[in-house]
């Protein structure tokens, strides 16, 4: 009995947690227009950098939700300039992103060698015969957004 009740209470609680006071819809704040965004349109990947001799490479997001944005977790893929699988990895970028807003994220790369260079900034000179193209592609895997009091 001290079971069914103790999974009563839980399950009352987390419905608790779930609803919202304000009538809005869960996630929107009580005079917030409604702008639901799908999530694989939320978090958007504006432009990426990595240069031959960079250890490090950079992208940009943006931020298409009406949330303050706090953490995103992004799958890249590495490609060929002819779509073959280089590699791929999993990133997590924390930092805020305010709603509409756009931010830059460096990270150190996956090409610790400097062999790889992202295919829109090739070098120059000799050192473009022992490099190799690459593409990238970002898949959203999750994003966190901030719980700040209505105001």
Known sequence: ??????????????????????GAPVGQRAGQQNENVPFYQAIEMLGFEKILSSKTES??????TPELVTRV????????????????????LDGEILPGMTKKFSFDSFDANRQYYYYTTPPTGKAIESAYPFKVTATLLRYDIAVVPAR
Do not use: W
């Open 73 to 92: 977790h992004l799958r890249l893929a590495y490609k060929t300039p002819q779509n073959e699988m280089l590699d791929y990895r999993d990133v997590v």
């Open 59 to 64: 992208l940009m997001i943006k931020n298409n």
């Open 1 to 22: 009995m001290k079971h069914i009740l103790l999974f009563g209470l839980l399950f009352s609680a987390a419905s608790l947690f779930a609803q919202n006071t304000t």
